[in-house]
Structure formats: C-alpha cells, structure tokens
C-alpha cells in the first residue's frame, strides 16, 4: 500500500469520497483483548459542514462508524452496507494516517488536518474516545441518567452530549469552531448516535 503525503485533493474528489459514505451498516463491536482496558463504541454519525462565502455552500453526510481506544491511541472505522471497509483513520500524539478503500494511506501530523485535507471535513478523531466515554464531564450520580446535555468547549470545539446511561452519553452534537469568530469560513457540526460500547477492564 502506497502513501501519499499530505495535500489538499480536489474539492470534487473528497465529497465524492465522504458521500459515498450515507447508509453504511452498522459496524459490530469487536472483542477486545481482556484485561487491555481498551474501549469501543459504534453507531450512527450525521454531518454538516460549511464554507462561508457569497453564497455560502453546505455539504452533508452520513452513516455508520466504530471508534476504539487504547491508550493514547484512538482508531475510526466505517464499514459499507456490505461489509467493506471504506475508511480507516487512527491518531496518536504527533501522527494521524487515514486509509481509503483505494488502498492510499494518508499521513499528517494532525488527525484533524489530515481528515479536513482527505475527506473535506475535518473529524477530532483523538478527542472522540474521551467524549463518547464522558469523561469530560466527569460524571457522578448526577449524570449517570440523565436527558438533559452537558455542554463543555474541548480543544476549540463545543461538545453537547445528552441522554446519560450508566455515566456515558448516547448523544453527542459537536461543533467546530466552538467561538465562530475563531473562523469566518468553515463551519462543522457532527451529530453522534452510540448504538453499543464495550470496555475491557485493565489489569
């Protein structure tokens, strides 16, 4: 599989790409190795990005996707309705790479620039262990059922995450920038449906 160092691809290419997407099947959980303490989720995904501009242009997309987290390492599936894998993006400190199922493998330093450069919109793959889990917002006996959202700015962007079961949300809407003033071109909202998660406990 060959790499392709980081570009901007043509604006035509990547929505093809992130369309292509809609109406993917639900990726299974999968078995995670006892004791690891790594944690997976999946379910339904819905994004909305905009370039503002005269006039503004708006692009959507949706479908299925599994998030898995191990250590520092956070790693995006999405699967298509038969079974093939269309995507797969994994992040840690320093380094992100995204697989396409042309087999081109895409490497940048930044998850969240290397998803915006390939697919057109940008994902914060490394923080979505960390808000799918809750623990950004610590929750205690308060949120461990709960319908109402939370709402915190993590890493530029506004995470609200509402139906709490068990002390994780069911529910996320994710919207970059979190301050618009931040940045007077783009706009992302990443709406989040979890399906199921699992943990394996750690040592």
Same mark, same amino acid.
């Given at each position: 599989m060959g790499v392709v160092p980081l570009r901007t691809p043509r604006l035509g290419a990547a929505l093809a790409f992130v369309l292509a997407l809609a109406g993917c099947a639900s990726p299974r959980v999968p078995a995670l190795p006892e004791g690891s303490g790594a944690q997976a989720w999946t379910g339904r995904f819905a994004a909305t990005w905009t370039i503002v501009g005269e006039p503004p242009r708006e692009e959507r997309a949706?479908?299925?996707?599994?998030?898995?987290?191990?250590g520092d390492t956070a790693e995006m599936e999405i699967v298509s309705p038969f079974g093939q894998t269309l995507a797969?993006?994994?992040?840690r400190p320093g380094h992100a790479t995204l697989e396409t199922a042309d087999g081109r493998a895409h490497q940048a330093a930044s998850p969240q620039a +290397?998803?915006?450069?390939v697919?057109?919109?940008r994902v914060p793959i490394e923080r +979505?262990?960390?808000w799918l889990s809750g623990e950004f917002a610590q929750p205690g006996p308060a949120t461990a059922d709960r319908e109402d959202e939370v709402r915190v700015v993590d890493e530029g962007w506004q995470v609200a995450a509402?139906?709490?079961?068990?002390?994780?949300?069911?529910?996320?809407?994710?919207r970059w920038p979190a301050d618009p003033a931040a940045d007077d071109t783009?706009?992302?909202?990443i709406r989040l449906a979890v399906d199921a998660d699992?943990?394996?406990?750690?040592?």
């Amino acid at each position: 599989m060959g790499v392709v160092p980081l570009r901007t691809p043509r604006l035509g290419a990547a929505l093809a790409f992130v369309l292509a997407l809609a109406g993917c099947a639900s990726p299974r959980v999968p078995a995670l190795p006892e004791g690891s303490g790594a944690q997976a989720w999946t379910g339904r995904f819905a994004a909305t990005w905009t370039i503002v501009g005269e006039p503004p242009r708006e692009e959507r997309a949706s479908g299925r996707f599994q998030v898995r987290a191990l250590g520092d390492t956070a790693e995006m599936e999405i699967v298509s309705p038969f079974g093939q894998t269309l995507a797969r993006a994994s992040a840690r400190p320093g380094h992100a790479t995204l697989e396409t199922a042309d087999g081109r493998a895409h490497q940048a330093a930044s998850p969240q620039a +290397l998803t915006e450069t390939v697919l057109g919109w940008r994902v914060p793959i490394e923080r +979505l262990p960390r808000w799918l889990s809750g623990e950004f917002a610590q929750p205690g006996p308060a949120t461990a059922d709960r319908e109402d959202e939370v709402r915190v700015v993590d890493e530029g962007w506004q995470v609200a995450a509402g139906r709490w079961t068990a002390g994780r949300p069911l529910r996320l809407t994710l919207r970059w920038p979190a301050d618009p003033a931040a940045d007077d071109t783009r706009r992302v909202e990443i709406r989040l449906a979890v399906d199921a998660d699992t943990e394996a406990g750690a040592r």
